[in-house]
Nanobody, 116 residues
Framework: VRLVESGGALVQAGGSLKLSCLAS???????????WGWYSQAPGMQRELVAS???????NYADSVRGRFTISRDSSRKRVYLQMNSLEPEDTAFYYC????????WGQGTQVTVSS
């Protein structure tokens, strides 16, 4: 299984992006048996969980993104998405997806840069 993130870009503050993560090579039943999360890693900082969705589709968000970011998933496509609205310069980071247990090899991430 390989995680492939995409959708990052350079945007102005206040803008929006939608990130996508493909769990390549994962069968649907295994995809559905996992909770999923989006993690951010800013330069010089540790990777942290910013959005999560359990197997029952319960979502949770870090305080810094709550109300601005929305996590979703499409099991048929084996994709996890992160809709990012009202972006702030503080959101600048590499973004990664993984299971909530971080059980898969990390992908290359996708870079989000928010200019002020």
């Amino acid at each position: 299984v390989r995680l492939v993130e995409s959708g990052g870009a350079l945007v102005q503050a206040g803008g929006s992006l939608k990130l996508s993560c493909l769990a390549s090579g994962m069968i649907t039943s295994v995809f559905n048996s996992n909770g999923w999360g989006w993690y951010s890693q800013a330069p010089g900082m540790q990777r942290e969980l910013v959005a999560s969705m359990t197997t029952s589709r319960t979502t949770n968000y870090a305080d810094s993104v709550r109300g601005r970011f929305t996590i979703s998933r499409d099991s048929s496509r084996k994709r996890v998405y992160l809709q990012m609205n009202s972006l702030e310069p503080e959101d600048t980071a590499f973004y990664y997806c993984n299971t909530l247990e971080s059980s898969l090899p990390w992908g290359q991430g996708t870079q989000v840069t928010v200019s002020s």
